[in-house]
């Protein structure tokens, strides 16, 4: 069990302790049942997930892509905020951007029969649909186009530079809401990312 430091609200490191967790907790389709779990808050632990996917533990990589995986299997989203929760503990952690990111797809049929199966960093795969939109954030300043699919509960990926320039020779052109979009099609649904009037 983790020991909260409480002038500072943080929680004494114990990553072992939730991995060990994590691994008592797989079910049969090997993702622990945390949507069932409410234990009680026990800090914020010093653990970050970079942009570009990386876990960091007290500044430092966490350089075992198992150890990673582990983790997210227990990880959990509750409004804007990121935690790692087992059956007993749950702790803080912080996410810079998305907890994911999607590094390959996979694609099959055309046209509106098109399905987009993405890859994430740690080995989650999610076919894009109704139940895991897709969809494109656009900074607010620069314009930058950020892409995204659901993962599960809650939780994206960000869909890496490579995937998304081949996803976008996929694209198509669809009037929606009295407009005309530039988008892509999975699962049935055609997924709005940018009006075309915009690509000249």
Request: glycine share 10%.
């Amino acid at each position: 069990m983790a020991k909260i430091m409480s002038e500072q609200n943080t929680v004494t490191p114990s990553p072992d302790t939730l991995a060990e967790a994590a691994k008592a907790a797989r079910t049969a389709k090997g993702l622990p049942p945390v949507h069932k779990w409410n234990p009680p808050f026990c800090g914020d632990l010093d653990m970050r997930i970079a942009r570009d996917g990386t876990w960091f533990y007290e500044g430092t990589p966490i350089g075992r892509p198992a150890l990673v995986r582990l983790f997210s299997t227990i990880l959990k989203r509750e409004g804007e905020k990121y935690f790692l929760v087992t059956p007993v503990e749950k702790v803080g952690i912080t996410v810079d951007d998305a907890p994911f990111v999607a590094v390959d797809f996979q694609v099959s049929g055309d046209g509106r029969d098109q399905e987009l199966s993405f890859t994430t960093n740690v080995g989650d795969t999610t076919c894009a649909g109704p139940d895991n939109p897709l969809c494109v954030i656009r900074d607010a300043q620069t314009g930058e186009p950020a892409p995204y699919v659901h993962v599960r509960a809650g939780l994206e990926a960000l869909i890496d530079r490579k995937s998304f320039y081949r996803l976008v020779e996929l694209g198509a052109h669809e009037r929606c809401g009295g407009q005309d979009w530039f988008g892509l099609w999975s699962g049935g649904q055609f997924f709005r990312m940018i009006p075309s009037a915009e690509l000249g």
